[in-house]
């Protein structure tokens, strides 16, 4: 079984920095992507951050400039650094795993999702 298991989400004033991380288990052999998605209240979850095996990234014109992301593909994790957050940032963010090959086979995954509340 893959699980993803996200932790950093919080409450912070607009402005302010959060850090969320997310781990990847299970009998994995290879992730080709892991990124972060975000969901507001009515609205549809959307790309935030991805970071490909090779390093190659690509973010939402939103959060450029303020949002970095990174992975380690030893630990099968992957870390979203977000600074100067706006109150626009609030949502439930989801990490997720691309193309994940594992002695189930081939799929991709979704973690349970953590919230992020940026107060003005």
């Known amino acids: 079984q893959v699980q993803l298991v996200e932790s950093g989400g919080g409450l912070v004033q607009a402005g302010g920095s959060l850090r969320l991380s997310c781990a990847a288990s299970?009998?994995?052999?290879?992730?080709?992507?892991m990124g972060w998605y975000r969901q507001a209240p009515g609205k549809q979850r959307d790309l935030v951050a991805r970071?490909?095996?090779?390093?190659?990234?690509n973010y939402a014109d939103s959060v450029k400039g303020r949002f970095t992301i990174s992975r380690d593909n030893a630990k099968n994790t992957v870390n979203l650094q977000m600074n100067g957050l706006k109150p626009e940032d609030t949502a439930v963010y989801y990490c997720?795993?691309?193309?994940?090959?594992?002695?189930?086979?081939?799929?991709?995954?979704w973690g349970q999702g953590t919230q992020v509340t940026v107060s003005s």
């Open positions: 997720n795993a691309d193309r994940v090959t594992s002695s189930l086979g081939f799929g991709d995954y």
């Open positions: 299970g009998s994995i052999f290879s992730i080709h992507a």
């Open positions: 970071i490909t095996s090779g390093g190659s990234t």
